[in-house]
């Protein structure tokens, strides 16, 4: 069940919200504008449905509204940041553009960023790189929790920790984000209350058997989430979940280890210019190829042609574009007691 | 079956051999010993067992026994080189020097090599770099075969695209080496010889259907692998095994856009300082921390305590440097043969 809105309305909406809570404008209007992008592409759980904690973490201190980051360090090609739990949507962003100013002198320019706020939909970034003809790398981990069990065990240890790639083609982009592991702790918790089981097994129970019962993550030592691979390939997984742990909280320096339990994000931004390697039209014939490639390869009768990373995200970006921005609806009626508190208008749904 | 030999003995016959077939002797030695190292690790498919296979690939011109790779690109951070088909396991030793020598300059340095030979076993060059305190990211696609479909289709399009991924702790190294699919031709064709089935799902039938069986990947027209992730999750492998893709034969802009048909690889290498970031003090202890919480997290009764990456290796390149390397009882006599033509000593088995 959804309700539709114009896109511009919410735009406005949240970033009248978030303004009101104390963002500077102009960030304000950045955090909104990632965030209602990822309604746009329909990750609706990292759209305006993350509102409502971003403007109660603003409103106790958890987020803080306004400064800059702290440089800790920076070697033109290696840049860290303290983030000062600053919105993790707008440090990306931030990063994004220094990265993006300094690229075509070095190639490849790496952000690391600890102490940042949550960053919300990692995919939605992607194409402000790929429209530019730059790939752009994109991992987060969050270090003050755990649901991910390292592979061979039950206990929680680390997160699912995802991994985004933004690839420029001829044609549309490859837009991929994917987490390390085989499921989250989003879609465990909603089916949880639901009596819904996995569409898989992918959880790990107290036995060290696979699972498809979300339960099993409640039960007294709890269980948990699989690395990507499940009970039989979980090694990979695993392998990928521990390389977005160091590229984060490892290269800042700063994680699990040193105690951290504030929700956040450890961040690791790369982007990459392929017009300092092989050559911007080289690259996009190859990754275009590949893509039409996928695209038509063959597939049993009855099954749907191959889709690509981003391809349904950008079709039902389009529609909503064309047709208004579905909301699930529980988001709005979250978002009223705020707009009321902070004096904003609430946004009037579409006929 | 094996038949142990003393490493220091494996390594001088492999880098005899080599040099008796045109490279370099310095070049020769470099080349034997990551072979003789995989053997060492126990990953015995990539060590001398690749050996009859690169003589034959010199003998006919396929390897390039000497030269220089081509620069296409320099930018400091960002190196691009054309391999000329040399070979793979000699550039990727040649580029981790390269990046390695520059790397307190950048933070991060990347060498992409187009037109590389076959590279061997990723994991054997991360201990070149973990010991000096840095991180390393090593990929590699090949152009000129496919067996891997995208999620979705029963149609190989691209290669299984490893990933391997050093990390140094306070501790042992973190050596990850995985690959973006569910299995390797390799196993697949070993298992098709001897009627045997793989352990779990990882194949895709011409029907759509999940198989263990090697033999679907035989029928007309043929299966193929799956990415990582299988049936139910393999959008995830898939991503990764684009980003790969891209790394390589993308940003090295030559690859199966350009109709590639030669045996060999196209390779991403990064080289990363965590003392350009936030400190490789503070990255140790982060990535230590996080090796020994995933070591000591709980396991059902009756199962191994948790394995971090590359602690099977080390224990057994440990065991072999003390006891002789067990080589498969049909490695050397497929070396018998080079060593006659070529006049190498063939090494004697340890009683």
Redesign the interface.
């Known amino acids: 069940m959804t309700v539709r809105y114009d896109a511009d309305a919410l735009l406005r909406f949240g970033a009248d919200l978030f303004a009101a809570a104390g963002v500077p404008r102009e960030r304000a209007e950045i955090v909104a504008g990632f965030l209602v992008e990822a309604d746009l592409m329909g990750h609706d759980t990292h759209g305006l449905n993350l509102a409502p904690g971003y403007l109660a973490a603003l409103g106790d201190g958890r987020m803080t509204p306004d400064g800059e980051p702290d440089v800790?360090?920076d070697?033109?090609?290696?840049i860290?940041w303290d983030g000062k739990y600053l919105s993790g949507v707008w440090l990306v962003w931030h990063a994004m553009q220094t990265a993006m100013e300094r690229v075509s002198?070095?190639?490849?320019v790496?952000v690391?960023i600890?102490s940042s706020h949550h960053i919300a939909c990692l995919a939605t970034f992607l194409p402000v790189a790929t429209e530019r003809g730059l790939?752009m790398?994109l991992a987060s981990s969050d270090p003050a929790t755990a649901g991910v069990?390292?592979?061979?065990?039950?206990?929680p240890?680390?997160t699912p920790n995802p991994?985004a790639?933004g690839?420029p083609t001829t044609g549309d982009p490859?837009l991929?984000?994917?987490?390390a592991s085989?499921t989250t702790l989003g879609l465990a918790g909603r089916l949880q209350g639901s009596g819904e089981r996995m569409?898989?097994p992918?959880l790990i129970d107290?036995?060290?058997?696979a699972s498809d019962d979300p339960n099993v993550l409640k039960t007294d030592?709890p269980g948990a989430i699989m690395p990507?691979?499940?009970i039989?390939?979980g090694?990979?997984?695993?392998?990928?979940g521990?390389?977005v742990?160091?590229?984060t909280?490892?290269?800042?320096?700063?994680?699990?280890?040193?105690g951290v339990n504030r929700w956040g994000a450890s961040v690791f931004l790369?982007i990459?210019?392929?017009g300092?390697?092989?050559?911007g039209e080289?690259?996009a014939?190859?990754?275009?190829?590949?893509s039409e490639?996928?695209r038509s390869?063959?597939?049993?009768p009855g099954?749907?042609?191959?889709?690509?990373?981003g391809d349904g995200a950008l079709k039902r970006k389009r529609a909503a574009l064309a047709n208004g921005v579905p909301l699930y609806f529980g988001i709005m009626p979250a978002l009223r007691p705020w707009a009321e508190q902070l004096g904003v208008e609430t946004p009037q749904p579409l006929a």
């Open positions: 800790i360090a070697r033109g090609a290696a860290t002198d070095y190639g490849t790496t690391v600890r790939v790398l069990a390292p592979h061979g065990s039950y206990q240890v680390y991994i790639v690839i490859v991929i984000d994917i987490s085989t569409d898989g992918w107290n036995a060290g058997k030592p990507l691979g499940g039989d390939r090694h990979k997984g695993f392998g990928l521990l390389m742990e160091a590229l909280s490892g290269l800042g320096g700063f994680g699990r280890a040193a790369q990459i210019d392929p300092a390697f092989g050559g080289a690259f014939q190859e990754t275009g190829w590949l490639a996928c390869a063959a597939v049993a099954n749907p042609s191959v889709r690509m990373p």
